[in-house]
């Protein structure tokens, strides 16, 4: 009886393939050559792994020296990887997008008789196009359960040492002392920008850079509507002309919109035509691209892209009166911010209390809701000795939340300061959770 190969085969992608070997090429260590054994052919589920001991029925000693492998399947929207599991054999690396493929294992001197070919996907997506490429992958997938990129406090800017100072910057009369001194209180403002502006490039530019859910602070000054985090930021108007033009041109792209702080409203009794206000001019923008809340976090990706919904606006926590008024929410196109967990911001002030609150926080999320893995540090005191900035504080932080992404595999929204600072990959760690 001659000697076999043991074949394994895994298959990672996220649709079946259909798999038949049948040539095997092997060296005989007498000078005879040929094997005998029956092809192999089958259906490998995602996932699943196919194991096949093949014996060659010859009295002579052998060692197979190639394996080639046919994969049929549906490589729409990505595209194939075949990396070996065994030193002793070297795989040619294969690349398709649709049809049929085959993969050829060679033996290297000394081997085995064991080879163990893994098929992974590499996806074909673009940063301002991704939901739409991957879309025969994550299409049927509850809008909650994509792994979203996000940036936190977005609309940021535009933040400089000179713009004014925002409701929510908790001002002490120390600081009130030190803006009274000309140069000091430019030095004070600088500071304050620093630990406020926690994105730099626009809103545009973000979603371009594959961002798709944006985290708003909103301030009525006056009649106007401005974005804040400790300074004032963009005029509303801005951020809203940025998201409709992307929207225009990437027809697919899903947009989650989250208005989470109003600052300068009046809450009792709420004024109307505060909200009113901010409210029509998402209306204008967007009309019936407005995702309406008889929609729910389940709701699969196809559904919003084949009813050409691509802004989910979220409102303000405390102002549900203003979602369940018909009058200023018309058509229902606003949704309340109790459809987004309310406790996915861990508050932690340094890195390595913030990465175990982040795992807990993400393995108790519930399925039915939205959920933010709001993956930054809280700056403190301490925190604040050791970084300049919010932009030095991303630089520290964000390889290790990568690796986190990575290891964790979270189906949800990410946000980050400073998302692409350096050379963060932190666009394309989150988009491709989706191809596991």
């Not at 090429?25 to 052919?41: A, K, L």
């Amino acid at each position: 009886m001659g000697k076999g190969l043991n074949v394994s085969i895994s298959n990672s992608l996220p649709v079946p393939l259909t798999i038949d070997y049948s040539n095997i090429e092997n060296v005989h260590q007498h000078g005879e050559q040929g094997s005998n054994f029956d092809p192999i052919t089958g259906t490998l589920q995602p996932g699943q792994s196919l194991s096949q001991y093949i014996e060659a029925s010859f009295h002579v000693v052998w060692v197979p020296s190639k394996f080639s492998m046919n994969l049929h399947g549906n490589f729409d929207s990505f595209s194939l990887d075949f990396s070996e599991q065994n030193s002793t054999w070297s795989v040619t690396p294969k690349t398709v997008s649709s049809g049929e493929v085959q993969v050829t294992a060679i033996a290297v001197p000394g081997t085995q008789d064991t080879i163990n070919v893994g098929i992974h996907r590499h996806a074909s997506w673009l940063p301002q196009s991704w939901m739409s490429d991957l879309s025969s992958i994550i299409g049927d997938r509850p809008i909650n359960q994509i792994a979203i990129p996000g940036s936190h406090d977005s609309g940021t800017s535009a933040i400089t040492p000179l713009s004014p100072i925002a409701p929510d910057q908790d001002v002490t009369d120390r600081l009130n002392y030190l803006w009274s001194i000309p140069a000091v209180g430019l030095a004070t403002n600088a500071v304050i920008a620093g630990w406020s502006k926690s994105q730099h490039l626009t809103i545009l530019d973000q979603l371009i850079a594959g961002i798709r859910y944006l985290d708003l602070r909103v301030v009525l000054s006056g009649s106007d509507y401005y974005i804040c985090h400790g300074m004032y930021s963009w005029n509303f108007d801005v951020v809203v002309a940025d998201v409709k033009k992307f929207v225009a041109e990437f027809p697919k792209e899903i947009i989650i919109f989250d208005i989470n702080h109003l600052h300068n409203f009046q809450k009792e009794p709420i004024k109307d035509a505060e909200h009113m206000g901010l409210i029509s001019k998402l209306f204008e923008a967007f009309g019936d691209k407005m995702a309406p809340n008889s929609l729910i976090a389940t709701t699969p990706l196809s559904t919003f892209q084949e009813s050409g919904y691509q802004i989910i606006a979220l409102y303000a926590l405390g102002y549900e009166n203003v979602v369940s008024n018909p009058t200023l929410n018309q058509g229902g196109r606003l949704w309340s911010q109790n459809r987004m967990y309310p406790s996915s911001w861990v508050n932690q002030h340094n890195l390595d209390e913030l990465v175990p609150a982040l795992l807990n926080n993400l393995n108790d999320r519930p399925n039915n809701q939205l959920y933010t893995l709001s993956a930054v540090v809280t700056p403190a005191p301490p925190t604040m000795l050791k970084a300049s900035s919010l932009q030095d504080l991303g630089r520290a932080v964000l390889p290790t939340i990568c690796n986190c992404i990575s290891e964790w595999k979270p189906k949800c929204i990410v946000t980050v300061d400073w998302f692409d600072c350096l050379e963060s990959t932190f666009v394309d760690t989150v988009v491709n959770q989706n191809l596991h």
